[in-house]
């Protein structure tokens, strides 16, 4: 593939569907009376919506140099836009900042799924990673948001050199800045390999780089919360897996014989070490948003060991899983913190006795915790279930244990929620149950619901692969 | 090519730790009394802090210098090569510069070009 041929520029239409809302928030923003934001949101949503249609409408697979369209990694653009219009949705309207600032991190989202070339890579990475950290900070910011927002960007500045650095080695050893199988493996594109990897691991919250994510969930508002859990860890496990993979002409279904690339032997160390971590620090926090923000680390850690089966490769239904975990988890994590945005609930002191005071809102909350826990009949509990069994399939029994376990220790904070919210008499703080979600928001807290219960059916993983590869 | 990596890591370790060390190490032990290691101005004794505040204002200014000179990097070869390329470069060049437009004009709106 020479460099110097152009790149067809269908190849980009889900891409040029949001650039063009997002250029329609920026106009809309230039009014001289300060909108309400409202019209920046429906332009956003439609530009979304139209880059999730021309995902499934698209051109058919294709190849270039820097681009491509179609295939594997195309598919997390599903998650990704569906993501932002949940927080389109769920986004209070107060000018088009937001929406702007949304639109460009999924851009680069959508960037990250179709590069084809390290340098478009990095780039679609730093779009992403630049407007999320200008949306920690918010409209209405306070000490604590600042500091979350500030602690984001130097942190994942550093991220971001390490990826420089990574991509740098692998140019020296392999002469090529290309995403394509570089032979066989040597020290120099192993260590290229774990610098690109650290980026994508900083960007899932694994150990060891997830000091920023207790701090930077805990001050961002809550739907933006729910973004960054479920899109952004999408973005980090997709790199992840270009990273390893490489080429674009991947056969979903396993592999055309060749060798699974490897990653390294620390992705079931860090998985397992990451999940352990959420679950023992999760169990010690008094407020409601850095213990999700711990459970999500914690997923992140399931999501490791489901990579982990991807690449352990050979049974034809490994990639179908990490899929399944990856949209049940939007759904439910989107859920939970759509509950905390709309009961303003922040404190676990403030949950004691809720389900007294707003029954429907807390059953939903006990719908999503029982989800998040992995408790039958939820579709967080089939999404475990296929890890762990396709974990004991390959050969990552002892990670299969370890992913087990942590769901017992998940248990004990979930439950603990549940308990909190139903058996205790109403506190102090407890909020009254006045619960009024906009139409969008109404209709997003029922796609949740609807998905944790629909996903309990076995067929769901099969349904959800076919759809995504169509 | 690791080893070479390394081996310049451990280089610039013991240069940089190697050139701390050394002052304190091989240079005279002789403190300075109070009043010889003060900024001199003109006798009097200073007062306030050594730096000058600075109006944040510039930093915006910086920011957006550096976004247009990007996109002046980018504009350069497409105009020096522009005969050799086809339309699609026109259709792409022209998208990016509507966009950096837009992006200016809503600048210009918000009034972060002022210099108040």
Same mark, same amino acid.
């Given at each position: 593939?020479?460099?110097?041929?152009?790149?067809?520029?269908?190849?980009?239409?889900?891409?040029?569907?949001?650039?063009?809302?997002?250029?329609?928030?920026?106009?809309?923003?230039?009014?001289?009376?300060?909108?309400?934001?409202?019209?920046?949101?429906?332009?956003?949503?439609?530009?979304?919506?139209?880059?999730?249609?021309?995902?499934?409408?698209?051109?058919?697979?294709?190849?270039?140099?820097?681009?491509?369209?179609?295939?594997?990694?195309?598919?997390?653009?599903?998650?990704?836009?569906?993501? /932002?219009?949940?927080?389109? /949705?769920?986004?209070?309207?107060?000018?088009?900042?937001?929406?702007?600032?949304?639109?460009?991190?999924?851009?680069?989202?959508?960037?990250?799924?179709?590069?084809?070339?390290?340098?478009?890579?990095?780039?679609?990475?730093?779009?992403?990673?630049?407007?999320?950290?200008?949306?920690?900070?918010?409209?209405?910011?306070?000490?604590?948001?600042?500091?979350?927002?500030?602690?984001?960007?130097?942190?994942?500045?550093?991220?971001?050199?390490?990826?420089?650095?990574?991509?740098?080695?692998?140019?020296?050893?392999?002469?090529?800045?290309?995403?394509?199988?570089?032979?066989?493996?040597?020290?120099?594109?192993?260590?290229?390999?774990?610098?690109?990897?650290?980026?994508?691991?900083?960007?899932?919250?694994?150990?060891?780089?997830?000091?920023?994510?207790?701090?930077?969930?805990?001050?961002?508002?809550?739907?933006?919360?729910?973004?960054?859990?479920?899109?952004?860890?999408?973005?980090?496990?997709?790199?992840?897996?270009?990273?390893?993979?490489?080429?674009?002409?991947?056969?979903?279904?396993?592999?055309?014989?060749?060798?699974?690339?490897?990653?390294?032997?620390?992705?079931?160390?860090?998985?397992?070490?990451?999940?352990?971590?959420?679950?023992?620090?999760?169990?010690?926090?008094?407020?409601?948003?850095?213990?999700?923000?711990?459970?999500?680390?914690?997923?992140?850690?399931?999501?490791?060991?489901?990579?982990?089966?991807?690449?352990?490769?050979?049974?034809?239904?490994?990639?179908?899983?990490?899929?399944?975990?990856?949209?049940?988890?939007?759904?439910?994590?989107?859920?939970?913190?759509?509950?905390?945005?709309?009961?303003?609930?922040?404190?676990?002191?403030?949950?004691?006795?809720?389900?007294?005071? /707003?029954?429907?809102?807390?059953?939903?909350?006990?719908?999503?915790?029982?989800?998040?826990?992995?408790?039958?009949?939820?579709?967080?509990?089939?999404?475990?279930?296929?890890?762990?069994?396709?974990?004991?399939?390959?050969?990552?029994?002892?990670?299969?244990?370890?992913?087990?376990?942590?769901?017992?220790?998940?248990?004990?904070?979930?439950?603990?929620?549940?308990?909190?919210?139903?058996?205790?008499?109403?506190?102090?703080?407890?909020?009254?149950?006045?619960?009024?979600?906009?139409?969008?928001?109404?209709?997003?807290?029922?796609?949740?619901?609807?998905?944790?219960?629909?996903?309990?059916?076995?067929?769901?993983?099969?349904?959800?692969?076919?759809?995504?590869?169509? | 090519?690791?080893?070479?990596?390394?081996?310049?890591?451990?280089?610039?370790?013991?240069?940089?730790?190697?050139?701390?060390?050394?002052?304190?190490?091989?240079?005279?032990?002789?403190?300075?009394?109070?009043?010889?290691?003060?900024?001199?101005?003109?006798?009097?004794?200073?007062?306030?802090?050594?730096?000058?505040?600075?109006?944040?204002?510039?930093?915006?200014?910086?920011?957006?210098?550096?976004?247009?000179?990007?996109?002046?990097?980018?504009?350069?070869?497409?105009?020096?090569?522009?005969?050799?390329?086809?339309?699609?470069?026109?259709?792409?060049?022209?998208?990016?510069?509507?966009?950096?437009?837009?992006?200016?004009?809503?600048?210009?709106?918000?009034?972060?070009?002022?210099?108040?």
């Amino acid at each position: 593939m020479n460099a110097l041929t152009p790149v067809p520029l269908s190849l980009l239409a889900p891409e040029i569907a949001v650039t063009l809302a997002l250029a329609a928030a920026l106009a809309v923003g230039m009014k001289s009376r300060p909108s309400n934001g409202l019209l920046a949101r429906a332009f956003g949503a439609l530009g979304v919506l139209a880059g999730l249609i021309l995902f499934f409408w698209g051109p058919a697979y294709s190849d270039t140099w820097l681009l491509r369209s179609g295939g594997v990694a195309r598919a997390w653009q599903v998650f990704f836009h569906l993501a /932002a219009l949940f927080f389109l /949705a769920a986004h209070e309207a107060r000018g088009e900042r937001p929406v702007a600032l949304l639109l460009g991190a999924l851009l680069g989202m959508d960037l990250l799924a179709a590069a084809n070339d390290l340098f478009a890579l990095f780039i679609g990475l730093e779009l992403m990673s630049l407007p999320l950290y200008l949306l920690v900070y918010g409209l209405r910011p306070d000490k604590r948001k600042l500091e979350a927002a500030v602690k984001y960007f130097f942190t994942g500045g550093a991220a971001s050199g390490l990826f420089l650095f990574g991509l740098s080695v692998w140019y020296a050893e392999t002469g090529t800045t290309a995403l394509a199988p570089g032979g066989l493996p040597s020290p120099g594109t192993s260590l290229a390999l774990a610098l690109m990897g650290s980026a994508a691991l900083f960007k899932i919250g694994a150990v060891p780089f997830h000091f920023w994510l207790p701090d930077v969930y805990e001050a961002s508002e809550p739907e933006l919360s729910a973004f960054m859990s479920t899109a952004v860890k999408a973005a980090g496990v997709l790199l992840l897996m270009l990273l390893s993979i490489g080429h674009s002409s991947f056969d979903p279904l396993g592999g055309s014989g060749a060798a699974f690339p490897n990653l390294g032997a620390w992705l079931p160390a860090v998985s397992a070490a990451t999940m352990t971590y959420g679950n023992l620090m999760a169990l010690r926090q008094r407020s409601v948003r850095r213990l999700l923000a711990f459970s999500s680390i914690a997923h992140a850690g399931v999501l490791l060991a489901a990579l982990w089966v991807w690449q352990d490769g050979g049974h034809g239904t490994e990639l179908s899983t990490l899929w399944f975990y990856l949209g049940a988890y939007l759904f439910m994590n989107t859920g939970a913190f759509l509950f905390l945005a709309l009961s303003g609930i922040s404190e676990v002191e403030q949950l004691k006795g809720y389900g007294a005071r /707003a029954p429907w809102p807390a059953a939903f909350f006990a719908l999503m915790l029982f989800s998040l826990g992995g408790v039958p009949p939820t579709a967080g509990f089939l999404a475990k279930f296929y890890v762990i069994w396709d974990l004991l399939k390959g050969s990552g029994a002892w990670l299969a244990a370890a992913v087990a376990l942590n769901s017992l220790l998940g248990l004990g904070y979930y439950l603990s929620l549940v308990r909190t919210m139903t058996l205790d008499e109403p506190g102090p703080r407890t909020p009254d149950g006045s619960f009024c979600p906009s139409a969008a928001a109404g209709l997003v807290l029922l796609l949740c619901a609807a998905a944790s219960l629909l996903g309990f059916i076995p067929e769901a993983r099969e349904w959800l692969f076919t759809l995504l590869t169509l | 090519m690791a080893t070479a990596l390394i081996v310049n890591l451990l280089v610039v370790l013991a240069l940089a730790a190697g050139m701390s060390l050394a002052s304190p190490l091989f240079g005279p032990r002789r403190t300075l009394p109070r009043e010889k290691g003060l900024p001199y101005e003109t006798g009097m004794p200073p007062f306030g802090a050594p730096y000058g505040r600075m109006t944040a204002s510039y930093w915006r200014f910086a920011v957006l210098f550096v976004v247009f000179d990007v996109d002046l990097a980018f504009l350069v070869p497409w105009v020096l090569l522009r005969r050799h390329l086809t339309f699609e470069a026109m259709v792409s060049m022209s998208a990016f510069l509507l966009l950096i437009g837009l992006t200016l004009a809503y600048l210009w709106r918000k009034g972060a070009l002022e210099c108040d």
